[in-house]
């Protein structure tokens, strides 16, 4: 079974400093992970992928993530949080070994950028 | 760029009452899914579907919730008679090929609002 945990449910940050979105996953195969964003009243966008290529993983409007392995962890970040950033992230898993591609999501994070 | 739509935004039933929520997913997809989100909870994994066939589902799909994909391009969700706690935000999602590995990604919709009063 695969399983994902997002280690915080809210995030609280500056305009201009980093960000940093905790994940940790299990899964029975080679996973594939993602970051969806969904602001208030809208849908889900992906932000990025991890899919067994690059463990560094570039993403839209700046944000990246790193696959570790050893740590089963796809950490989510930013350099620099800009106001338009805040919305709800969610670490998702697709373990394909078991399943039709189902996607597994974490509790999500809620990151509020702060003026 | 293709995406997924979905209609209606918001829909307001009665309990009891049978809803059909609609999706037009990506044209060459070929893997469909329905997702669900509670008000403050995480987004759930409710069916997938391939080949005219449920693939896939989840302990919440049970007998109330049908899929149907009638025309070649809708994929439907049906409740049969909707209950206070179907209210949520339902997700369409739609995906190409499961062979290749860059193909996992899962293209959602908009998503409709379901309200059961």
């Known amino acids: 079974a695969q399983s994902v945990t997002q280690l915080d449910s809210h995030v609280s940050v500056s305009e201009g400093t980093p960000v940093l979105l905790r994940c940790n996953y299990s899964s029975s195969y080679s996973p594939s992970l993602f970051w969806y964003v969904q602001h208030p009243n809208k849908g889900l966008q992906l932000l990025l992928k991890?899919?067994?290529?690059?463990?560094l993983v570039k993403g839209i409007n700046g944000f990246e993530a790193e696959f570790k392995k050893s740590e089963t962890s796809f950490h989510l970040t930013k350099p620099s949080a800009h106001m338009s950033d805040a919305a709800e992230y969610f670490c998702v898993v697709s373990d394909l070994g078991t399943s039709y591609g189902k996607l597994t999501f974490g509790q999500g994070t809620i990151l509020t950028v702060h003026p | 760029e293709p995406e997924v739509t979905q209609t209606p935004s918001h829909q307001v039933t009665q309990m009891g009452q049978e809803v059909i929520l609609r999706c037009v997913p990506i044209s060459n997809h070929l893997y469909f899914y329905w997702y669900r989100q509670i008000l403050g909870q995480k987004v759930e994994f409710l069916v997938s579907?391939?080949?005219?066939?449920?693939?896939?589902k989840s302990e919440i799909f049970d007998d109330q919730f049908s899929v149907e994909r009638p025309d070649g391009s809708n994929f439907t969700l049906k409740i049969r008679s909707t209950k206070l706690e179907d209210s949520a935000m339902y997700f369409c999602a739609s995906r190409a090929l499961l062979l290749a590995a860059k193909y996992n990604e899962q293209f959602f919709g908009p998503g409709t609002r379901l309200t059961v009063l």
């Open positions: 991890y899919t067994s290529a690059a463990t």
């Open positions: 579907f391939y080949n005219n066939e449920i693939s896939e």
